[in-house]
């Protein structure tokens, strides 16, 4: 069992930046995957970026490219997403999502791949 804590959301404006985090307790050392997904009231849960905890592979949606980078921090078992140049489009709860077995590398972005998800935490961007 994997336990996942997001934190660092919170209202910004457009423009300014955000850093989220994703703290993994519990049986961690079989955690494989990182992602972020995001879900906007009224629309489905969104991938946004991901990492592998077992190699250098890191993946993103296009509408984050060159904005959103996500990172990690094995010591902390500590995923991080930077947001930067924010827009109102970017308002969602956030989630990070883990899975225990590795990924083919086109399966990053599909939510139904991940096993264990966190609570979400609020991004709001004021235009």
């Known amino acids: 069992q994997v336990q996942l804590v997001e934190s660092g959301g919170g209202l910004v404006q457009a423009g300014g930046s955000l850093r989220l985090s994703c703290a993994a307790s519990?049986?961690?050392?079989?955690?494989?995957?990182m992602g972020w997904f995001r879900q906007a009231p009224g629309k489905e849960r969104d991938f946004v970026a991901a990492?592998?905890?077992?190699?250098?592979?890191?993946y993103y949606a296009d509408s984050v490219k060159g904005r959103f980078t996500i990172s990690r921090d094995n010591a902390k078992n500590t995923v991080y997403l930077q947001m930067n140049i924010l827009k109102p489009e970017d308002t969602a709860v956030y989630y990070c999502?883990?899975?225990?077995?590795?990924?083919?590398?086109?399966?990053?972005?599909?939510?139904?791949?991940?096993?264990?998800w966190g609570q979400g935490t609020q991004v709001t961007v004021s235009s």
């Open positions: 519990g049986r961690t050392f079989s955690s494989s995957a």
């Open positions: 990492l592998s905890w077992l190699g250098p592979g890191i």
């Open positions: 999502a883990t899975r225990r077995t590795p990924l083919y590398y086109s399966d990053y972005g599909r939510r139904a791949m991940y096993e264990y």
